[in-house]
């Protein structure tokens, strides 16, 4: 498989199978191909961080991604908690 087409490159990334599905699902709804979706995704996330960066606010978003997996960490341990007190 060639790694490069074009102007494109190839670019293998590793995913968790349920964000896996979620964007199959996504890119079902938009039809779309999941690699196009991902694309998409991709490319406004590059804009919103250059944005960012260029308003100096990427070290406060980073900050406050930080702060949103903290959270649902912690989320996610009740969660499990919840179901283990119901066995």
């Given at each position: 498989m060639p790694t490069e087409k074009g102007d494109k490159q190839a670019v293998?990334?590793?995913?968790?199978k349920g964000l896996?599905?979620?964007?199959?699902?996504?890119?079902a709804k938009g039809d779309i191909t999941r690699?196009?979706?991902?694309?998409?995704?991709?490319e406004v996330g590059a804009e919103e961080l250059e944005v960012m960066n260029n308003l100096g606010l990427w070290a406060t978003a980073r900050v406050f991604?930080?702060?949103r997996q903290y959270f649902r960490k912690r989320h996610e341990k009740g969660q499990a908690k919840e179901v283990s007190d119901k066995s």
């Open positions: 293998t990334i590793w995913i968790d896996v599905d979620r964007l199959e699902a996504l890119a690699s196009k979706l991902i694309t998409n995704l991709v991604e930080d702060i």
